[in-house]
């Protein structure tokens, strides 16, 4: 009896040993990739080589890479979209089709960056707000359709400020 005690010790030791030697999924990950499977943020079209524009949206350009895998964990994405502002990557954009390929891919995300902040428990909303990077998933309740977002704060507030400053720029007497 006093052996089983204390395999059962060692056992729960090197189980805590294990789970201690894991770390923890978090939005430093998400800082520290600082882009998409290898594409990092502020990069330039140069860094994708297979790329073909996909369209044009104000002064982002957004391309799609051929030949790009779509399975991301055990879900597969329909689309997947990196945005250029002023010739650099600053944001990426996925879209998911139907419940099951939306759930996979939002359990994916989870595992590597954590639960995410969830902003109503009534709907499948969830954001992820690092020091550099910001991600969002977002599923349509109807369709239950997903679009996750990755962006660079610092491209993105560039992009803000300098649409803001067009914007003031049109608007007489501001």
């Not at 349509?140 to 507030?157: E, M, Q």
């Amino acid at each position: 009896m006093k052996h089983i005690s204390i395999l059962g010790c060692l056992w729960a030791l090197a189980a805590t040993a294990a789970v201690a030697q894991t770390p923890p999924a978090s939005t430093k990950v998400l800082d520290e990739r600082y882009g998409f499977r290898g594409v990092r943020f502020e990069s330039d079209t140069s860094a994708l080589p297979d790329r073909t524009l996909a369209e044009v949206g104000g002064t982002t350009r957004f391309y799609r890479r051929t030949g790009e895998v779509k399975q991301l964990g055990e879900g597969e994405v329909s689309s997947i979209r990196y945005g250029f502002y002023k010739g650099k990557l600053a944001l990426v954009i996925l879209e998911t089709r139907g419940i099951t390929n939306s759930r996979a891919i939002l359990a994916a995300i989870q595992q590597q960056y954590g639960a995410g902040t969830r902003s109503s428990p009534f709907r499948q909303r969830y954001a992820w707000n690092g020091k550099a990077v910001t991600m969002s998933y977002d599923e349509n309740a109807a369709s239950n359709d997903a679009t996750i977002f990755i962006s660079s704060k610092k491209l993105r507030a560039q992009q803000l400020k300098a649409e803001y400053d067009a914007a003031k720029k049109l608007s007489p007497g501001q």
